[in-house]
């Protein structure tokens, strides 16, 4: 089974502040999504990446997929307290399509 | 739509005990999965479904069991509750799966056992 190790694991930054957050592997996937998860509720998808290195924009987030498809980050500019959550990345696994794994997230908090 | 529907909400169990998590999608989704989550270690996959009357098991799949007899509901059965299946559960479905596949989850349920 494929692993996705993310970092940090927690980040507690200002109003403001720029952040990056990472997700890695030493398998290649197909395809990768984050999803934002907020405290007693279910993780929303954000994105999807899917070509190796796309660029994906949301607003104040950056998303990029590595050019080996092994590797992807989320960059957010100027955060606000409204970005806090738990950012999760998650891929299909190559050796069974049907399996989508998670990394283990990655916990945000924006002080106003 | 209501989308992804998770029943209880919460629930306390005494170690032995069985009871099956409610799940129910009403956006026609033929992909349905649990997960379950715990701190530091992100949503891990226990059960899947391609289909009405297709299910196979993902990562940490012992000690529970599933059904898919309709494309609607998807329970998750709790054979014999132990200490480490306290966790807090989601459900989630989408129209398919593998590649730009957006999973849909439920609200979640969080399971104490004791």
């Known amino acids: 089974t494929q692993l996705l190790e993310q970092s940090p694991q927690f980040l507690s930054i200002q109003e403001g502040e720029n952040l990056t957050v990472y997700c890695n592997s030493s398998?290649?996937?197909?395809?990768l999504q984050w999803y934002r998860q907020e405290p007693g509720e279910g993780p929303v998808l954000l994105v999807t990446?899917?070509?190796?290195?796309e660029v994906k924009k949301l607003k104040r987030l950056t998303f990029q997929f590595g050019d080996a498809r092994k590797d992807s980050s989320l960059h957010i500019t100027a955060a606000q307290p409204g970005d806090t959550g738990l950012y999760l990345c998650?891929?299909?696994?190559?050796?069974?399509?049907?399996?989508?794994?998670f990394g283990s997230g990655t916990r945000l908090l924006v002080r106003p | 739509n209501a989308g992804v529907t998770q029943t209880p909400k919460f629930q306390v169990l005494k170690t032995g005990q069985s009871m099956t998590l409610q799940c129910a999608q009403d956006?026609?989704?033929?992909?349905m999965s649990w997960y379950r989550q715990d701190p530091g270690m992100g949503l891990r996959l226990i059960h899947y479904s391609v289909g009405a009357g297709i299910t196979d098991q993902g990562e940490v799949p012992n000690g529970y069991n599933v059904s898919r007899s309709t494309t609607e509901d998807f329970p998750l059965r709790l054979l014999s509750a132990a200490p480490s299946q306290t966790s807090v559960y989601f459900c989630a479905s989408s129209y398919s799966w593998g590649l730009n596949n957006e999973q849909y989850f439920g609200p979640g349920t969080r399971l104490t056992v004791t």
């Open positions: 956006m026609n989704h033929e992909y």
């Open positions: 998650a891929g299909f696994d190559m050796d069974s399509s049907y399996k989508l794994i």
């Open positions: 398998s290649v996937f197909s395809s």
């Open positions: 990446v899917v070509t190796g290195g």
